[in-house]
Structure formats: C-alpha cells, structure tokens
C-alpha cells in the first residue's frame, strides 16, 4: 500500500482526494495540507511514497514546489489548468489530473503509481518483464521481449516495437542500458542497441533485425563486432 499525502490550498479539493483514497485499497492517505510549509515538514520526517500536488497555490506554485524537495517522491499535479501538462511531465510526473476529475480518472492514476512503485522497487529491475519510458507526456509501459531495437539520437532513444509506432524519449544510450539486461540485449554501435534473440543474421558488419515483415540492417560498429560474434557463437 503506497503512503500518499496531498496538499492544496483548497479543502474542498482535499476532501475529493480523501474520499477516493479512501475507496482505494492499494493506497493509504497520511495527511493533507493546505499550507506547503507544513507538507514540506512532513515529507522531511516521514516516509511518502506519492504526493498529490496542486499547481496553482497562492504562495508557491506546486511546480516549485517539487522541484525543492529533497527527496524523490513520486507525484501526481491536479489542477484546473491544463497549459501546465507539458511542465509536470518534464518533472518525471506520474500523471496529471485536470480537474474536476472522476473516481476512475483518479484510480487510472493511483494504478499507474502502483505498478510505477513495484517496478523501481523490485530487486535488479533488467529482471522485470517490461520497462516504463516516459514519452508523450506519458508514462509507457513496454514489454521486453516487444522491442526490435533501440536507436540513439544524441540526448534520444528512438524504440522500435512490435506492434507498436515507435516511441521516441529523452534518455541516452548509457541510460536505457542499465535498465537492460546484458544477458538480452547487446550494443552493436555507438547509436544501435539490439536484442540477441531478435538477430536473424550478421553478414558484411552488419546484423539483420526482422521489423514488420522485412530485415532492417543495422550497422556494427568495429569497436562492438568481436563480442557481438562472441555472443552469437
């Protein structure tokens, strides 16, 4: 059960959140504040998990707000200003809720901070079956065994998936490989990341990746090719 505190200059609106955390059994609502000071207090004593956040607050906007906090905490914005969306994201937001919200607008945004919590908690996360990117101003969740390949460009991985159109995130090569298993997924150049199963063949410096019914041939770079034939032996 996620610890959850809210804060909002409004009661009303901290009454809503109490109520639907209240229906929920995967989260638990400690405290909530309607002055920042005192929520900023709370979270520098005590253990949260997720932070219900207002945006428009009279004497701090809740952006700033987050952005001071000295630990990381998970956060969901609710506000009734949509222009703020693009902003919350930037800021690893697990969601944003525009308000007024529904019950189950708000239990699709308590679910995603669940299954957001077990994957960063879970023991060696290459382990897990899926990955989270963050992309489009959401939080995506993609299977594993799903991605074709990954595509560096420059502070960007470009995601080919199964099934899938392509998702494009602000992440760096090294970034996204630490959340690979080495076991399943190998770099074969500086800008490609493939997983081994997913190769047909390697002929000419290059390694063949079926994608949507043809072979992408995805250069190897020299200093990556003797262990990648290492790997395919």
């Known amino acids: 059960m996620l610890k959850a505190i809210a804060l909002d200059d409004e009661p ?13 059994e995967q989260i638990e609502l400690q405290k909530s504040f309607t002055k920042p000071n005192d929520a900023h ?9 997720l932070l219900f956040l207002d945006i428009q607050m009279p004497s701090i906007s809740g952006i700033d707000f987050y952005k001071n906090l000295s630990k990381e905490i998970m956060v969901i914005f609710t506000t009734a200003y949509s222009d703020y ?24 945004s308590v679910a995603k901070a669940v299954e957001y919590f077990q994957y960063q908690h879970v ?6 079956p899926y990955l989270f990117i963050r992309a489009d101003y959401s939080l995506i969740k993609v299977k594993r065994s799903d ?24 992440m760096t090569m090294k970034m996204i490989l630490e959340k690979l298993s080495p076991i399943d997924f190998t770099r074969v150049h ?9 190769i047909e063949y390697v002929r000419n410096k290059h390694a063949y990746i079926k994608n949507k019914g043809q072979l992408d041939a995805i250069p ?7 262990e990648l034939l290492k790997r395919m032996q």
């Not at 009303?12 to 955390?21: D, G, H, P, Q, R």
């Not at 944003?96 to 708000?106: G, S």
Request: glycine residues 4%; negative net charge.
């Open 12 to 24: 009303l609106a901290l009454k809503i959140i109490e109520s639907f955390c209240n229906a929920n």
């Open 41 to 49: 207090k709370y979270i520098d004593n005590f253990p949260v998990d």
């Open 85 to 108: 969306a693009v902003e919350g994201f930037n800021l690893s937001a697990v969601d944003y809720l525009l308000k007024p919200f529904t019950q189950a607008r708000f239990e699709q």
């Open 123 to 128: 023991h060696e996360n290459s382990k897990q």
């Open 147 to 170: 991605i074709i390949y990954m595509e560096g460009l420059n502070d960007y991985v470009k995601f080919h998936i199964e099934g899938q159109k392509t998702i494009v995130a602000r």
């Open 190 to 198: 500086r800008s490609y990341i493939l997983p081994i199963a997913k």
């Open 220 to 226: 190897i770079g020299k200093s990556y090719e003797d």
